[in-house]
């Protein structure tokens, strides 16, 4: 099992930045696609970013493309997202993902593919 803890958010006014950080911890050796989701009241879930374990190939959704930045730490088991000109619209609880993957130049955008979630984080972007 894998035990993922997201930190940051909170309140924070449109054009503000903010750091997301999720810390991995129990069974993690091997590669894994980690990404962060966000759920939104009234909401499906939706995939915002994604990393390879390797770092080099991610994924943005086009709603945070050139605002926000996903990176990873592996020695740290950790993942970040740094959220750069926040919009109202990015309120959301933000949760951490991990989906084991064989390959680590792979990663998911398919929540299906995630194993391992965070309890989420909310962010709250006040215009």
């Known amino acids: 099992q894998v035990q993922l803890v997201e930190s940051g958010g909170g309140l924070v006014q449109a054009g503000d930045s903010a750091r997301l950080s999720c810390v991995a911890s129990g069974r993690t050796g091997g590669t894994y696609s980690m990404a962060w989701f966000r759920q939104a009241p009234g909401k499906e879930r939706e995939i915002v970013v994604a990393?390879?374990?390797?770092?080099?190939?991610?994924y943005y959704a086009d709603s945070v493309k050139g605002r926000f930045t996903i990176s990873r730490d592996n020695a740290k088991n950790s993942v970040y997202l740094s959220m750069n000109d926040l919009k109202p619209e990015d309120t959301a609880v933000y949760y951490c993902?991990?989906?084991?993957?064989?390959?680590?130049?792979?990663?998911?955008?398919?929540?299906?593919?995630?194993?391992?979630w965070g309890q989420g984080t909310q962010v709250t972007v006040s215009s």
């Open positions: 990393i390879s374990w390797n770092g080099v190939n991610t």
């Open positions: 993902a991990a989906g084991r993957t064989y390959n680590s130049r792979f990663y998911y955008s398919d929540l299906r593919d995630y194993d391992y």
